[in-house]
């Protein structure tokens, strides 16, 4: 078997894994997110930076959502690592934000978050503060699902089919789940560009 032939079919075994009631559940909660007049905040370190990135675009311009990624503004991200620390970057950038019970915190990454590996603690500092104010905790996340899947009120966990790609699926899922996730007739309120030209 080649290496493409394997990673694809790791691939197919990924999406026969994932668990379609934690999809279902998250969009309606971003549904209902939408329906309070919440926010939504989408989390993300990385190359998972970068899929909030994508995803922010997709949630404000089809699903209609009030979305933004702390990673999208550099300047107020690295300034905030420098004067206050890695750990609590997001955290102070939901407090700025004044995140309230009516918004929702999206997390995307390959571990979910681990204070005691030390590895993402801003995602783990962030949720802690979601759950405070009482906003809706949601998640796509790669291996155990860490601190995201413990905490979440809905969690896609991308499934480890070789633990030799963990990363590469998990953050290609994430992918797959948010575009089904704009594209869900419970949560899709635009039409997409190509789809609309006939």
């Known amino acids: 078997m080649s290496f493409a032939q394997q990673f694809l079919s790791e691939a197919k075994q990924v999406i026969d894994g994932l668990d379609l009631e934690q999809i279902e559940r998250t969009a309606a909660l971003l549904a209902a997110t939408r329906a309070a007049g919440g926010r939504l905040f989408i989390l993300g370190v990385g ?12 949630f404000r311009k089809i699903a209609g959502m ?36 009516e918004d929702a915190v999206l997390v995307f990454s390959v571990g979910g978050g681990n204070l005691e590996k030390n590895v993402s603690p801003n995602l783990v500092k962030a949720l802690e503060y979601a759950q405070s104010v009482g906003a809706r905790i949601l998640g796509i996340v790669g291996r155990d699902g860490g601190y995201t899947a413990q905490v979440a009120d809905a969690c896609v966990i991308v499934p480890t089919v070789n633990p030799v790609h963990t990363t590469p699926h998990a953050e290609a899922f994430q992918a797959v789940v948010w575009h089904l996730l704009v594209s869900h007739p419970g949560v899709k309120q635009a039409e997409t560009k190509w789809e609309s030209v006939r």
Request: no cysteine; hydrophobic share 35%.
């Open 47 to 58: 190359g998972s930076a970068a899929n909030a990135s994508h995803a922010v675009n997709d």
């Open 66 to 101: 009030e979305a933004y990624a702390p990673t999208d503004n550099v300047s107020e991200l690295t300034a905030r690592t420098n004067d206050e620390g890695w750990a609590t970057v997001f955290e102070s950038w939901l407090r700025g934000s004044r995140l309230r019970k």
